[in-house]
């Protein structure tokens, strides 16, 4: 099993409450370069201390994430991180110019020296909001967009696409991906039509703000879905992401999570704001298993949470246990361990203890 | 218009504007392309699929040369490689050709492709997204080889894609056929509220 550390980059000032999204007022320019050299460094130690992948995500508008564009991040990424890839997991790509995602891609790719790993996600349902597209779009825009970003990579002369969403008259990208016949894509197989698409399109499947059951049941869909088309995925076409928090000893683990979780919001992301969502899951965002795709992100209990594989908390040998759990149900062969909280120094032995006493050992996970 | 040979059978003559040809065998796959262009546009249809004679071919570059001298042609599938012969043998009859799912061009068609780099008016060749990868090479040769030329690519469609959305090729035809090479810059307003 391979690991990447993935931080969603929250913002390090004063507490900002909960919503989404939020005012700018409470801003401090400082708190946010704090903490974006926090979060590059962290990624630089884990790429020291062994880490397979790096991982950045897109949000907007809201201390949640300071990072409303990955492909910067991944930019800066290639110049401080120099051995493991580096994924974006994703773009959010219906709410983007596809041609503009191919041309980051392929920079980054090349920045890289062919280390990206290419997540395309539909995102949030707020996300929706941030650039006023219709979140009833949301999943023709998405199939478009990824078919138009792989013709883009893949066309070596110029071509017009004459599109339902995207219409243009000539594409011809420089940069061109280094990897052939192209990075690793992936996307979100959380609801049964992308587990559907992923195989049909023979794309990586990722799994987020979920739970083990419920990705479980979607990682069978997509391997049958995938027999139906022809080919069978590998391990290294399932990702899980989950909150680690790695410590010396079990209860210092979840004392020092604990503690930081009380000053965190309480509500996920896409929560945060439940008149928005509300509005959103009317649109017919979520597909045929809506209340399925709600209640996965609705707060939980950390037991709960441990339980049904959300958080991995512990020592370095109770987080091998809970990532064999995971290994073993799901099929997953990476894991992306989620960042919950920049506890400074306190996150910075969690990475080091991961590298030196769980990669080790997960990396025999067959 | 009457039919212009006893082997070429006109199929549809309607609308008003710029004439376009339309030159495809006896199965009218294009109904709905025609139906969407014919508030701009001449559109005339020959079903051409009997009329391979020197005579035949005399006799529709005839009735094509009356419509005008800017007369714009679409070729079907079946009929694309004998339509780009004509175009490169009558460029001043034939001043713009527009090409639904033509035949990925192989070693089999070296002479033709030879001659392609003569071709003089514009050529815009549409190819099905679902299978854009199938013989891709043989379908880069058009773009490659013809100097005025574009290949495009009509999102979640296939050879078939003038029954599968037929206001799609309308309007990728429409733009093409009325300024030709300028159809690369959009003229559409960006504006949402004066």
Known sequence: ?366 | MNAPHKHIRMLEDAGQGMPVVFLQSSEPTAAKVIEALKPNFHVVTFDISAAGTADGESGLLSAIAKLGTSVGVVASSAMATRVLKLALAHPDIINALALISPPPLTAADKELTAELVNMKPPVLALFGSRDAVDNAEGKRVYRQTIPKSHMMFVYDTDGAMAEQRPEAVAAALRDFMVVREGFLVTTKSGKIYP
């Not at chain 1, 508008?61 to 110049?79: D, E, H, I, K, W």
């Not at chain 1, 192209?182 to 587990?195: L, R, V």
């Not at chain 1, 919001?265 to 509005?279: H, I, Y």
């Open chain 1, 1 to 366: 099993m391979k690991a990447a550390l993935f931080s969603p980059m929250r913002y390090n000032g004063p507490s900002a409450g909960e919503g989404w999204p939020i005012a700018g007022s409470i801003y401090s320019a400082e708190a946010a370069e704090q903490s974006m050299n926090s979060y590059l460094h962290q990624f630089k130690l884990a790429d020291e201390v062994g880490f397979d992948w790096v991982t950045v995500a897109e949000h907007h508008y809201a201390p949640f994430s300071l990072n409303p564009n990955p492909m910067v991040t991944a930019g800066a990424l290639t110049q401080v991180v120099k051995r493991a890839k580096i994924a974006l997991l994703g773009a959010t790509i219906p709410i983007l110019n596809p041609v503009r995602v191919a041309e980051e891609f392929a920079m980054i790719d090349t920045l890289s020296g062919g280390r990206v790993i290419a997540g395309m996600l539909r995102g949030t349902p707020n996300e929706y909001v941030t650039y006023n597209i219709n979140p009833a779009e949301s999943r023709e825009r998405f199939e478009e967009a990824l078919n138009l970003i792989k013709t883009a990579w893949r066309e070596t002369e110029p071509f017009a696409w004459q599109g339902r969403y995207y219409d243009y008259r000539t594409v011809s990208i420089w940069p061109r991906p280094m990897q052939k016949p192209s990075p690793q894509i992936f996307m979100s197989g959380s609801s049964p039509e992308s587990c559907e698409f992923a195989a049909k399109n023979r794309v990586s499947l990722g799994f987020a703000f979920t739970n083990v059951p419920q990705a479980q049941k979607s990682a069978v869909m997509y391997r049958e879905y995938a027999e139906k088309f022809g080919w069978k995925p590998t391990q290294d076409d399932i990702v899980y992401r989950v909150v680690v928090h790695c410590a010396d000893t079990d209860d210092l683990a979840i004392e020092q999570f604990t503690n930081a979780s009380k000053n965190a919001p309480r509500t996920s992301l896409t929560m945060a704001n439940r008149d928005l969502e509300g509005a959103v899951a009317t649109s017919g965002y979520y597909g045929r298993d809506k209340e399925a795709q709600r209640q996965r992100l609705m707060g939980k209990g950390l037991q709960e949470r441990i339980d049904t594989g959300q958080v991995v908390i512990g020592s370095p040998d109770t987080v091998v246990k809970q990532l064999e759990r995971i290994h073993r149900d799901l099929g997953a062969g990476i894991v992306d361990m989620t960042l919950a909280h920049d506890l400074g120094e306190t996150t910075l032995h969690g990475i080091e203890l991961l590298g030196e006493k769980v990669l080790p050992r997960i990396r025999q996970f067959q």
